[in-house]
């Protein structure tokens, strides 16, 4: 069960992330996924290194760490993608 929340935290992690990068990435949606996915733990260890990992209630605070780890990794990743895609057209 843990697998499967953490596909469907890193999708809806990951499509936010592409809703607030401006502009149009390229990245197809599986990988938006792993990003989103990449994210969400990069996220609980920053909260953790914070002190902020397990709070009573919603952890706000770690779900914002979240989204914005979720924000670089598929910003950076979707440049990554980009770059080796370029790089295969070029060769044919």
């Given amino acids: 069960m843990g697998w499967l929340w953490a596909i469907i935290v890193g999708f809806v992690l990951g499509l936010i992330a592409k809703a607030v990068i401006p502009g149009k990435q390229h990245s197809p949606l599986w ?25 009573p209630g919603i952890d706000w605070t770690r779900h914002l760490f979240q989204l914005v780890a979720a924000i670089i990794i598929v910003a950076l990743g979707d440049m990554a993608y980009m770059a080796t895609l370029g790089k295969r057209k070029q060769r044919v």
Avoid at 36 to 44: E, K
Wanted: aromatic share 4%; no cysteine; proline share 0%.
């Fill in 31 to 55: 990988l938006t996924t792993i990003f989103g996915m990449l994210g969400a733990i990069a996220g609980n260890a920053i909260a953790r290194a914070v002190g902020v990992a397990a709070t």
